[in-house]
C-alpha cells in the first residue's frame, strides 16, 4: 500500500484532523529508512523509538559542530570563540521546537554538518550519511549539498558516484514495492499544495523566501528597500574581502552564506532553525571582523524572539525583519568568499616563479 494514497490517508486519519489541517504525507521517501519500525510497534513504542532517535542526535549534532568548528590557533581567544559558536549552533531554539513537535529538522542538520565534514575529511561514509539525512527534507539542503559538492578541490568522487547509484537503487526498490510511490508522492504534493493547511501555513507568514514575497505583494515599497539593503551587504562583503589580509580559506564564507541561502529560499517554520546550525560552526573559522559583522544575526537565529526587544510591533513584522537579516547576511557571505577567491587568484598570479636550475 503507497503511504501517499490520498483515499487511505483520508480513511486513516477523518476522525483526528481537523478540515483545516487535513493534508497528504508529503515527507519523501527517505523518511522511511527511520520510520518503518513506527509501524510494527504499538502507539507508546512508536512515541518512544521517535523520542529516542531525537535524544541521540543532538549529541551527535553537538559533536559534528565541534569538528567543524576545529580551529588551528591554540591562542585562548580562539578556543573561546569556537566554544561559543558550537554552543550557538547546539541550543538554537528551534533544536527544542523540533524535538517537541516530532519534526526530523535536527536530523537534516546533522546531515548537512556530516556532508560538509565527508568532503572536507574525503570520508565517504561520513558523506553518504549525510547525504542520506538530508534526503528527509530536500528543500532545505538541497541548495547546500549541490553547492559543497561543486565546491573545489574535487574530493570523492567515488562517494559523489555511490551517492547517484544509492538514489537509483532506492528508487528501483520503491517501484517494485509499489509501482504506484512516485505518482502517488507527485499527486500528493499537488494535493497538498491546494490544501487548507498549506493555505493556513502561508496566511501565517512562514520564514524564507516564499512568507517575505507574500508579505512584499502588499508592501512593494518594504520589498524596495530590502533589495537595496541586500544589493549594499554584498557590496561591503565583496569591499571588505579586498582590503583585509587574507585570514581565511574563501570557500569557508561561500559554504556559510550557500547554507543560509539554501535553506532561506525555501518555506520552513522555526522548529527549521536547526539547519542554520553548520552557519555558526563555519563561523569559527572566519577572521574576528566577521564574526563581530555576523553576531547579530546569528544571535537572531539561535533566539528570534529577541526580536520582540525591538519597538517592532507584530509579529508578522518580524518574521519579515529575520527574513530581511538572513537573505542579507548570506549576500554578504557569498561576495565575501567570492572577493577573497579573487583576491587569493590575484596573488598567486603575481607571485614570482622560481627559475629551474
Keep these: 500500500m503507497s503511504p501517499y494514497d490520498i483515499d487511505n490517508f483520508t480513511a486513516c486519519w477523518a476522525d483526528s484532523l481537523s478540515q483545516d489541517y487535513m493534508a497528504p504525507f508529503v515527507f519523501p521517501p527517505g523518511i522511511f529508512l527511520l520510520s518503518f519500525p513506527m509501524g510494527l510497534l504499538p502507539e507508546a513504542g512508536a512515541r518512544l523509538y521517535w523520542s529516542a532517535i531525537g535524544a541521540v542526535t543532538v549529541p551527535l549534532l553537538a559533536l559534528a559542530l565541534w569538528q567543524i568548528a576545529r580551529v588551528t590557533a591554540v591562542d585562548g581567544p580562539a578556543r573561546l570563540l569556537r566554544a561559543c559558536w558550537v554552543t550557538l549552533g547546539v541550543s538554537i531554539g528551534g533544536t527544542a521546537g523540533a524535538l517537541y513537535v516530532g519534526q526530523p529538522s535536527v536530523l537534516v542538520a546533522l546531515g548537512i554538518c556530516l556532508v560538509h565534514l565527508g568532503l572536507r575529511d574525503s570520508r565517504a561514509t561520513v558523506f553518504l550519511t549525510g547525504a542520506v539525512l538530508c534526503s528527509l527534507k530536500p528543500h532545505l539542503s538541497l541548495i547546500w549539498v549541490v553547492a559543497a559538492?561543486?565546491?573545489?578541490p574535487a574530493r570523492l568522487a567515488r562517494a559523489k558516484g555511490?551517492?547517484?547509484?544509492?538514489?537509483?537503487l532506492a528508487a528501483a526498490a520503491l517501484t517494485l514495492?509499489?509501482?504506484q510511490v512516485f505518482s502517488d508522492y507527485l499527486h500528493a504534493l499537488e494535493v497538498h499544495a491546494g490544501s487548507p493547511a498549506s493555505k493556513l501555513a502561508r496566511a501565517e507568514l512562514l520564514y524564507g523566501l516564499p512568507g517575505l514575497l507574500d508579505w512584499g505583494r502588499s508592501h512593494p515599497r518594504g520589498i524596495a528597500i530590502l533589495a537595496i539593503a541586500l544589493v549594499t551587504s554584498a557590496a561591503a562583503?565583496?569591499?571588505?574581502?579586498?582590503?583585509r589580509p587574507a585570514q581565511c580559506d574563501w570557500s569557508i564564507p561561500m559554504l556559510a552564506g550557500a547554507c543560509l541561502a539554501g535553506a532561506f529560499v525555501s518555506a520552513h517554520k522555526g522548529y527549521d532553525?536547526?539547519?542554520?546550525a553548520l552557519v555558526l560552526a563555519l563561523a569559527a573559522h572566519l577572521?574576528?571582523?566577521v564574526q563581530a559583522l555576523l553576531l547579530v544575526p546569528a544571535l537572531l537565529i539561535w533566539r528570534p524572539a529577541l526580536l520582540d526587544l525591538l519597538p517592532v510591533p507584530g509579529t508578522a513584522n518580524h518574521v519579515v525583519l529575520l527574513d530581511a537579516v538572513l537573505a542579507c547576511s548570506a549576500g554578504f557571505l557569498i561576495?565575501?568568499?567570492l572577493g577573497r577567491r579573487a583576491r587569493s587568484q590575484q596573488s598567486r598570479a603575481a607571485a614570482p616563479v622560481a627559475p629551474r636550475i
Design 162 to 168: 555511490l551517492l547517484a547509484g544509492l538514489v537509483l
Design 335 to 337: 561576495l565575501y568568499g
Design 177 to 179: 514495492v509499489d509501482p
Design 287 to 289: 577572521p574576528r571582523t
Design 149 to 152: 559538492l561543486l565546491m573545489p
Design 273 to 276: 532553525f536547526a539547519v542554520y
Design 237 to 243: 562583503g565583496r569591499a571588505l574581502a579586498r582590503r
